[in-house]
């Protein structure tokens, strides 16, 4: 049994998998590595680990700490994936291609691997679009505050604004915590179709467009535009690039 692993900057995602396919996934919101990493082998199937395979934006202190308590429960070293310069025709055009985040590249891995040229968008604690062109280079990319993070900047530095749980939409909002919500998401949603437009322009009027992310459920209803709903899509390029290093 193989287990992957993602971390983001406020969560953490994992799949175990046996024989190609997958027998149990998590995720889990949070910085305190412990108890996470405690829930995450709560749920392990009983099968034994094999190896484990981590893709982390989090920093070099909690790799460190991942990958030790890790060990300590499971016996098992956790094996890194970083970017690159090249890897299955994916071409890099960061200076310094370990600088890349690593969930965005094996992300458009994932997504040249399956349909060609494509426009990543990643709703996560930041929102990301990347692009990939017919050659498998790595076009540049984009990457602004997300919807979470936009709602804590004005909680923190604006008097007197209470937000409210509830659904948003694009329309005008009748209270503060409805214009709140509704204003993030119309700002957001404006600003990735613009995006997708233009790349479109230059790859193909039909390039896939591939959304993933733990915002997704929030900002793709709001598309106009043709996509792909990928929640794994990170865990799947993960488990693909690993596969021949194994």
């Known amino acids: 049994m193989k287990l992957f692993i993602d971390i983001g900057n406020t969560a953490m995602k994992w799949r175990y998998t046996l024989n190609g396919g997958v027998v149990q996934g998590g995720c889990r919101h949070g910085r305190d590595w412990a108890p996470v990493v405690e ?25 460190a700490e991942v990958t030790r ?43 040249f691997r399956r349909f060609g040229p494509c426009i990543i968008v990643d709703c996560g604690s930041a929102l990301t679009i990347d692009a990939v062109d017919a050659h498998g280079h ?17 909680l923190r530095d604006t008097a007197d604004v209470h937000i ?5 939409s694009l329309g005008l909002g009748k209270s503060t915590g409805q214009c709140v919500h509704n204003g993030l998401l119309r ?9 997708v437009v233009e790349l479109r322009q230059v790859l193909d009027d039909t390039c896939k467009v591939l959304v993933t992310g733990g ?30 290093e194994q």
């Open 69 to 111: 308590l890790l060990l300590a429960a499971t016996g098992v070293q956790a094996r890194f994936y970083y970017s690159r310069a090249e890897h299955h025709g994916v071409t890099n055009c960061y200076p310094e291609p370990v600088r890349l985040g690593v969930d965005r590249w094996v992300a458009m891995i994932e997504g």
């Open 187 to 195: 700002m957001s949603v404006a600003f990735v179709t613009e995006v």
């Open 215 to 244: 915002d997704g459920p929030e900002l793709l209803e709001a598309f106009a535009f043709d996509f792909e709903h990928m929640p794994d899509l990170v865990l799947d390029g993960l488990e693909f690039v690993a596969g021949e």
């Open 164 to 168: 409210e749980p509830g659904a948003s």
């Open 39 to 63: 829930l995450l082998l709560a749920g392990a199937p009983a099968q034994r680990l094999v190896s484990v395979w981590v893709a982390s934006v989090a920093g070099r202190e909690a790799d």
């Open 138 to 154: 790595f076009m540049g990319g984009y990457i602004v505050p997300g919807l979470g993070m936009l709602r804590g900047a004005l």
